[in-house]
């Protein structure tokens, strides 16, 4: 069964700061997707990782993919309150057309 | 624009009182995902169409059904609602054509049972 743990899973920090959030999955798969979510949103597609040592970056964001480590990262540089939100990486299952959540990160930045 | 549409976007109902959300796609997608987020929690996927093809999660409860007429619109019907029932519902698209499926998400329904 496909496991996928992020950490930390909540995480408050200053504007200004930089800081990486984790997602660790437990069976091979080389496709990895970066969600946000707004309080009482939905999820918004932020990136898609599709090989090993893919990068993508959109602004302060930058994902990276190691299917070897069977690990992603979200790096925030030089955060600002906008970024408040929670961030969720999922793993596709090979074949099945779905994916598997990690638990969410429920980011703050604080002034 | 293209997009998914969920409606209603909130359904308040009485405990045991069937109900039905909507889900709507301008997108042409083959694959329709119907998932339930509580609160403070990931999404969990409750069941999924590819084209006609009913594909239900193992732990879906048999409370859950679904029906998709056709290509444009599923819908998620609870029959009896239980207070542990009230979450987020929310809809998703994805081509299921290739690598690199992203998932659009509708907007969600939030469901309130009393």
């Known amino acids: 069964e496909l496991k996928v743990e992020q950490n930390p899973l909540f995480l408050s920090m200053q504007e200004g700061k930089n800081y990486t959030i984790y997602c660790n999955y437990s069976t091979t798969s080389d496709r990895l997707y970066w969600y946000r979510q707004d309080p009482g949103k939905s999820l918004e597609s932020l990136f898609v990782?599709?090989?090993?040592?893919a990068v993508k970056q959109e602004g302060r964001l930058m994902a990276s993919l190691d299917t070897k480590a069977r690990l992603s990262t979200l790096h925030i540089t030089a955060a600002v309150h906008d970024l408040s939100a929670t961030y969720f990486c999922?793993?596709?299952?090979?074949?099945?057309?779905?994916?598997?959540f990690g638990q969410g990160t429920r980011l703050t930045i604080n002034p | 624009d293209a997009m998914v549409i969920q409606n209603p976007r909130y359904q308040v109902t009485q405990f045991g009182k069937p109900v039905t959300l909507s889900c709507s796609q301008t997108l042409n997608h083959n694959v329709m995902y119907w998932y339930q987020q509580k609160s403070s929690q990931a999404p969990k996927l409750l069941f999924h169409?590819?084209?006609?093809?009913?594909?239900n999660e193992a732990d879906t409860p048999d409370n859950f059904q679904s029906r998709r007429p056709n290509t444009s619109f599923c819908f998620l019907d609870i029959r009896s609602p239980g207070l542990g029932d009230a979450a987020m519902y929310l809809c998703?698209?994805?081509?299921?054509?290739?690598?690199?499926?992203?998932?659009?998400f509708g907007p969600g329904t939030r469901l309130l049972v009393l």
């Open positions: 999922a793993v596709d299952i090979r074949g099945a057309q779905k994916l598997v």
């Open positions: 998703a698209t994805s081509t299921g054509r290739g690598r690199g499926e992203t998932q659009y």
């Open positions: 169409y590819y084209d006609k093809d009913f594909n």
């Open positions: 990782l599709l090989s090993n040592g």
